[in-house]
């Protein structure tokens, strides 16, 4: 009891707080934005960059963005590599006539409190004290039960299921060994880049998605280059064949039966992972490629079923292209290559 009410009261406290974050930033942004039409209106672009850089000072506020309403940057200050939180946004007008908008990033709301109570008297730490307290009583009063059945019980309890998890995120990495060995002094044309939820692994089915690489990388021309942050990436050999759609479907297709919910993208560029992030938080699952690869042996584009336009840096935009679903004719040729490198 102690404990759930150790958690409720950290629940609720996290609720209220951002709560009182969201209300108090929006009613700030709208309140400086109002006070900026003017200053828009009048064309005042020093009077809104000293505005703009005061306002950035602020503890809670990580960075703040003016623009014109057609888009143009007036004036930006602070920090938006790495943003705390979501932006809040509030439309800029002067005399009922919009002119502009702001974006402002604010820093987490528990970083604001600057007068809190002593650690000992925080509820937190009461509620904590009371749990402590009433395991330690439990404890003494069960520790001999425990010890006896622990001598009955110790041969079952090995260590292997502690070890199950750390053994499989191995796996992978000793392939991006073996596969960089092979391929040390290789160049690549292109990366496919594979975002999955790897936690779906257990000791099955990850020795089964060892198994479907080690089948389908070599097939296509592809190497395991990298493993990290959730990021599987593949690179092409630039003396192999230009990649085809249907080994991209069998490969997705093989990732989905193990529940792993893929989203591929492949590129000629070289991104580090804050873009992939961004990439991979823009799209729906599928298979996506940037436009302008040209991936037929014909020299021609791969069909579009829809395009996604993401700007990964400022002023710097990507168009990615996804993959339509496989037709009638191509569904068999696609579930015999499953087969292939599924099965045993």
């Known amino acids: 009891m102690s404990f759930l ?3 409720w009261h950290e629940k609720v406290t996290d609720y209220q707080q951002q709560a009182f974050s969201k209300t108090y930033n929006q009613g700030l942004a709208d309140s400086t934005a109002a006070f900026l039409g003017q200053l828009i209106d009048e064309d005042r672009i020093e009077a809104i960059s000293k505005v703009v850089d005061q306002l950035e000072e602020q503890p809670s506020i990580q960075s703040v963005t003016v623009y014109q309403r057609t888009g143009e940057l007036i004036h930006s200050a602070g920090n938006k590599d790495n943003p705390h939180s979501d932006p809040v946004i509030a439309n800029i007008s002067f005399n009922g006539t919009y002119n502009g908008y702001l974006i402002v990033y604010f820093k987490p709301g528990t970083s604001l409190i600057a007068d809190q109570d002593q650690l000992w008297v925080s509820s937190g730490v009461i509620w904590l004290l009371g749990a402590l307290i009433w395991s330690f009583l439990f404890f003494i009063l069960n520790i001999k039960r ?4 622990s001598k009955k019980s110790k041969s079952a309890n090995t260590p292997k299921n502690v070890t199950v998890e750390q053994d499989n995120s191995k796996l992978l990495k000793q392939l991006m060994k073996r596969n960089l060995k092979q391929s040390k002094d290789t160049d690549f044309q292109c990366s496919l880049v594979i975002k999955a939820n790897w936690t779906k692994l257990n000791n099955g089915n990850n020795n089964k998605l060892l198994k479907i690489l080690s089948r389908w990388l070599p097939q296509n021309g592809l ?8 990021l599987l990436v593949l ?7 230009a990649l085809s759609r249907n080994p991209l479907y069998a490969l997705e297709q093989s990732l989905k039966s193990l529940q792993l919910e893929p989203k591929i993208i492949i590129h000629d560029k070289d991104f580090d992972k804050e873009i992939y992030q961004t990439l991979f938080k823009n799209i729906e699952a599928g298979i996506w490629y940037e436009k302008t690869l040209h991936k037929t042996h014909q020299d021609k584009a791969w069909p579009a079923d829809s395009l996604a336009n993401i700007e990964f840096k400022e002023n710097q935009f990507i168009e990615l292209c996804q993959l339509p679903q496989p037709d009638a004719q191509q569904i068999s040729l696609i579930e015999r290559q499953v087969r292939f490198i599924s099965d045993d």
Request: net charge neutral; glycine share 4%; charged share 10%.
């Open 5 to 7: 009410m150790f958690f």
């Open 146 to 149: 425990w010890f006896r059945s």
């Open 223 to 230: 190497v395991a280059t990298q493993f990290n942050n959730s």
């Open 235 to 241: 690179g092409l050999d630039t003396h192999a064949s």
